[in-house]
């Protein structure tokens, strides 16, 4: 089945310093990547979707400078933290899809990121 | 865009059937609805999709009624291992194939 990785799986940091999350489709070619986020006890919320190629889409309320997505082939995408405060602490999670969100997406195992 | 309302958790028996419904009143005509499985620090897994009716995998089956206005999640004899966060979504219609997650239902099994 269509695997998808994402690394590190665990990272604590600094208040201040940029951290940087990848996402691999590892047996397949992603047309779509997605990067959500998810506290403890909630729903994932998506945060942007971006297509190989282009520049992301991020939902309403994402500072796009904040969280920066690169998309450079078909089965890499990378999420950077800039300047990462307390806040920012949570389980980011993509996922890769062959189509539009609505097709089977393929999540990563997630990451967790804790700032201290 | 679409309310979705699920339980916020719900308690079964090992080898039982458990029905998972989730009301979207106010759905779009082409919207799908789709359920993921979440299980703690992991990323969801998709379980199954459907438009309308009723549809069937090797995991579990939806029902839509006509109005699509809720559906059920069933999953037939459950085990332990299907303790989890069960997700309803629902979308994908909008020129931004825009998804809505539902809060989730925790489903806990019991021996």
């Known amino acids: 089945g269509a695997v998808v990785s994402q690394h590190p799986s665990w990272v604590i940091c600094k208040s201040g310093t940029s951290v940087k999350i990848e996402c691999r489709s590892l047996?397949?070619?992603?047309?779509?990547m997605f990067w959500y986020r998810q506290f403890p006890k909630q729903s994932l919320m998506l945060m942007a979707t971006?297509?190989?190629?282009?520049?992301?889409?991020?939902e309403q309320g994402v500072e796009k400078d904040k969280f920066l997505i690169n998309h450079a082939s078909l089965t890499l995408s990378t999420l950077t933290v800039t300047s990462a405060h307390p806040e920012d602490s949570s389980f980011y999670i993509c996922?890769?899809?062959?189509?539009?969100?609505?097709?089977?997406?393929?999540f990563g195992p997630g990451t967790r990121l804790t700032v201290l | 865009l679409a309310k979705i309302t699920q339980p916020i958790s719900m308690d079964s028996y090992e080898g039982q059937e458990v029905n998972i419904t989730c009301s979207h009143n106010?759905?779009?005509?082409?919207?799908?609805i789709t359920w993921y499985q979440q299980f703690p620090s992991q990323g969801p897994r998709f379980i199954i999709q459907?438009?309308?009716?009723?549809v069937t995998n090797e995991v579990a089956s939806l029902f839509i009624p006509a109005d699509r206005k809720s559906s059920t999640l069933s999953l037939p004899r459950v085990s332990l291992s299907d303790t989890a966060v069960y997700y309803c979504?629902?979308?994908?219609?909008?020129?931004?194939?825009?998804?809505?997650w539902g809060a989730g239902t925790k489903l806990i099994i019991k021996p």
């Open positions: 996922s890769a899809s062959l189509g539009p969100s609505y097709n089977e997406q393929f």
């Open positions: 047996d397949f070619q992603a047309t779509t």
């Open positions: 971006s297509n190989e190629g282009s520049k992301a889409t991020y």
């Open positions: 106010n759905i779009a005509t082409n919207d799908y």
């Open positions: 459907g438009y309308k009716t009723k």
């Open positions: 979504l629902v979308g994908g219609s909008d020129s931004n194939y825009q998804l809505i």
